[in-house]
């Protein structure tokens, strides 16, 4: 009776052991920090952006099969370790380099995450970053496209996103088809935004232009926070161009689309480079008056049933009813890639999850974006990304118009605008 009585008793304690291993398991979770612009001019764009995480959040929590070959959707949690969760720390930057440094060093030192994600505006993504790099933690990009952000040799920084010089080479392209097709296109104005964003990928646009025997006939470059755009437009208006690119955050394209119709001045061709005229905001305040623009994209809502529109569906109903929007978008699988490296990882450890993060090899079929997948160089980007151009054709939802096997519907000349 007494060793029934030991046996007994030990049985209940590896029972208690294991309910105990299971329980913490369940119990862990994995903090990574989001750095996004939460007040401010882009308030906005950060607001749909952590919309997207915690879209992503949910997704990899739950156990969504629906979502088919989505990695980390058909179980809840991250199964490489044992089901742990995923929680965000999210922190505003304000719209400011030195705040989102700030920021960026209190999620490592004091929030101990063991990864970032972030950061939107590329000025802010090129200061987190550096202090990712200083405390060799990992840090994964979705959103911005800054050409110099993959040139600093940084070993702990992951760009996903296709950056300006991929999307060069689409308005190239995109305009030579055009001008085959009979429209002029010959004259090419840049306007942009002076911070890292704006004066970077203008300066890519510029070059990639030139090197194809396409020179840029005016570069208008005007301050981020302005709140009158007058004398840029009055430029184009009288120097005028055949095609206008447009690199600009939300509230400066808002701005100068109001500007334009006050002025009453439409440019043959209005093209943006995504950023504010992808911001659901900016087609809910000037979508009528801006009708016929083109943008650029990587992102399609798809049809009934589709993942990618499962996870609108779902992305709804954490942004008051929004959809998807192209960078909100590549935002979401920035960090579904950073997590699926973690879960491959096994581990928290940073070197493993940097490690894992360097053989990522995603096929199209497990992204949510047209990318034709996500595998990164030696420099810590996406060399896979890839984009199409949309254009707003009812003043109220952008379609694929280009290439023509990925196009919904032809391109609408000129722009109409209002």
């Known amino acids: 009776m007494r060793l029934r009585h030991v046996l007994g008793l030990l049985c209940a304690a590896a029972i208690s052991v294991a309910l105990v ?5 369940q119990d862990k979770t994995v903090k990574i920090g989001g750095v996004y612009p939460l007040s401010g001019n882009a308030a906005s764009a950060g607001a749909h952006g952590k919309a997207a995480i915690e879209t992503a959040i949910d997704i990899i929590n739950n156990a969504h099969p629906e979502l088919g070959s989505l990695p980390l959707a058909k179980n809840a949690g991250l199964a490489g370790l044992g089901g742990a969760k995923v929680e965000v720390i999210f922190a505003d930057n304000q719209g400011s380099p030195a705040v989102g440094q700030n ?18 505006q590329s000025g802010i993504t090129l200061t987190t970053s550096a202090i990712s790099e200083k405390y060799g933690i ?43 097709g009979g429209v002029k296109t010959d004259n090419v104005a840049i306007v942009h935004e002076n911070t890292e964003y704006g004066t970077s990928v203008a300066g890519v646009i510029a070059s990639v232009f030139k090197d194809n025997g396409l020179s840029i006939a005016q570069d208008i470059a005007y301050s981020a926070n302005t709140t009158d755009v007058q004398s840029q437009v009055l430029q184009l208006k009288e120097k005028k161009p055949d095609v206008v690119i447009m690199v600009s955050y939300t509230s400066d394209a808002i701005l100068y689309v109001k500007t334009m119709q006050s002025l009453d001045y439409k440019p043959p061709m209005l093209i943006a480079d995504n950023s504010g005229f992808s911001d659901p905001s900016f087609i809910k305040a000037v979508g009528k008056i801006a009708q016929g623009v083109f943008n ?13 529109f499962l996870i609108n569906e779902m992305y709804k109903k954490k942004s008051g009813g929004d959809d998807l929007d192209d960078t909100s978008a590549r935002q979401m699988q ?6 699926d490296a973690i879960d491959r990882a096994g581990s928290t450890e940073p070197d493993k999850i940097q490690a894992a993060l360097k053989a990522t090899d995603l096929k199209p079929d497990q992204l949510i974006m047209g990318y034709k997948g996500v595998k990164f160089d030696d420099k810590g ?4 990304a890839s984009g199409l151009v949309i254009q707003l054709q009812d003043g109220e939802n952008y379609v694929p118009v280009w290439p023509k096997d990925r196009a919904r519907t032809a391109p609408a000349l000129p722009y109409k605008g209002w």
């Open 21 to 25: 291993g299971t329980a913490s398991a």
């Open 103 to 120: 920021q960026a060093l209190r999620l490592i030192t004091e929030e101990k995450v063991v990864a970032l994600s972030g950061a939107y």
């Open 138 to 180: 990992p840090y994964v990009n979705g959103e911005s496209v800054a050409a110099n952000l993959t040139e600093r040799g940084f070993k702990w920084f992951f760009r996903v996103t296709p950056v300006a010089a991929d999307f060069a080479k689409i308005y190239l392209d995109f305009l030579k088809d055009m001008k085959a």
């Open 296 to 308: 650029r994209s990587s992102w399609g809502v798809g049809p009934p049933g589709s993942t990618s």
């Open 334 to 339: 920035g960090f579904f890639v950073l997590c």
């Open 381 to 384: 980007q996406n060399i896979l």
